[in-house]
Structure formats: C-alpha cells, structure tokens
C-alpha cells in the first residue's frame, strides 16, 4: 500500500470529487460523461451534438450540468472545452494518442491517460522551471523509457485551489513536471505554499487510481 498516493488520492477527491459526482448523475448523464471521454481518445475530439443526442435529448442543460459540477469545461457560448484529463484548448502538456494530438489539463492529468484507457501514450511536455523537454511513453501503467525519465518528478501546490473557479483554472495550473531531484526541491523550496512532490511511478500510480474509476 503507497501511503502517501492514498493520502494525495483521498485530499484529490476532497477538491475534485470527479467519481462521486459522476455516480449522482442520472445513467443517461454517467453515459454522456464516458461517451465525451471515450471520444476524445479515440476520434481526438469531443463528440458532435448529434453524437450527444444519442444519449440524451437536451444537450444543452446536459453540457451546462456537467459544466456546473466542474466535470468538464465550458466556453462562455457553452462549447465543450476540455473534460478532465482532456483539455480541447491547448496546454503546454501534449498527449500522442491513437495518432492523434491532444492536450490534458495538468501533468497529472497526462499521466493518467495510458492507464485509465489501457493503451499506449506518448507525454510530451517540458520541466515548470527550466522548460527542458520532458517525454515519457506509456503502455497502460508501465512507463516504456525509464532510463529516459526515471528522474522526473511530478509536483503540485495544494494551496492553487480556488473554490471559486474551476479546477482547470487554478489547481491544474500547479501540477507539474520538474525533470529531476534537485529542480523538485528547488521548487519546493522556492516558495512557502503547500507543496508534494512524487516519483513518475507514483504519480503514474496517482493518476491512474484517480481517474480510472470514471471509466466503470
């Protein structure tokens, strides 16, 4: 048992409940949730309303709902943006999936991709405080180059949530790749907040654990 991704998992679900909101959703909503995820990583784009309204009739309320409950995100005109791990938007973490380009929220939320869909995934992003490349491939949970990456760490600051926006615009800023020890400590030390730093098979272990459970 990793203690310390169980204490990181159980303080996630407090600020993001992503699975318990899911399951109050009605099973209509739960299958709209999964059809956008399950669409994003296979088509590499969010389903068509016309795809929606397979599912449900008044995709509007439904997008809105799901908006709301900070299960994905929503332009002001009420357009899909992103669903967690997946952003529509660009952010500077890329993920190479079924060939196609997309973005995740967060460095954890890239992390979590190959696990949660048990496929291969190339991570392509870079270290929050000296921009040097970071690339890591996955098959399922298994990193496939650890000598490559095996010092990248992956950190977030706790203290970035903002009970007042979503998730996407606070904490996912602050989750982060650092490309080895001594930068990980340099970014703990450089700043008073509540920050964690993580090994990669930890924070592989953390991602998978928090976002797999949307999929069942």
């Not at 389903?47 to 995709?59: K, V, W, Y």
């Not at 938007?89 to 992390?111: I, K, S, T």
């Not at 405080?129 to 950190?155: A, C, Y």
Request: overall charge negative.
């Amino acid at each position: 048992m990793n203690k310390k991704v169980d204490a990181a998992l159980r303080r996630l679900n407090e600020i993001l409940p992503l699975k318990e909101r899911q399951n109050s959703c009605t099973p209509d909503m739960k299958s709209l949730h999964q059809q956008i995820l399950q669409s994003l990583v296979s088509k590499g784009r969010a389903p068509s309303r016309q795809e929606m309204a397979l599912h449900l009739h008044d995709i509007a309320s439904a997008i809105e709902l799901l908006g709301n409950n900070d299960m994905i995100t929503v332009s002001t005109s009420g357009e899909l943006t992103g669903a967690y791990p997946f952003s529509v938007e660009e952010r500077e973490h890329v993920v190479r999936v079924n060939g196609h380009v997309l973005y995740a929220m967060c460095a954890l939320d890239a992390l979590a991709v190959a696990p949660m869909f048990q496929t291969e995934v190339e991570v392509i992003s870079t270290c929050a405080l000296t921009d040097v490349p970071v690339i890591i491939k996955m098959q399922g949970d298994k990193v496939l180059n650890p000598g490559e990456v095996s010092d990248v760490r992956f950190g977030i600051t706790w203290s970035a949530t903002d009970v007042s926006s979503s998730c996407a615009d606070s904490l996912c800023r602050e989750m982060v790749f650092l490309q080895d020890d001594a930068m990980a400590q340099q970014w703990l030390e450089e700043s008073g907040h509540d920050r964690d730093i993580f090994s990669l098979p930890d924070a592989v272990e953390f991602a998978g654990r928090f976002f797999s459970p949307l999929l069942t």
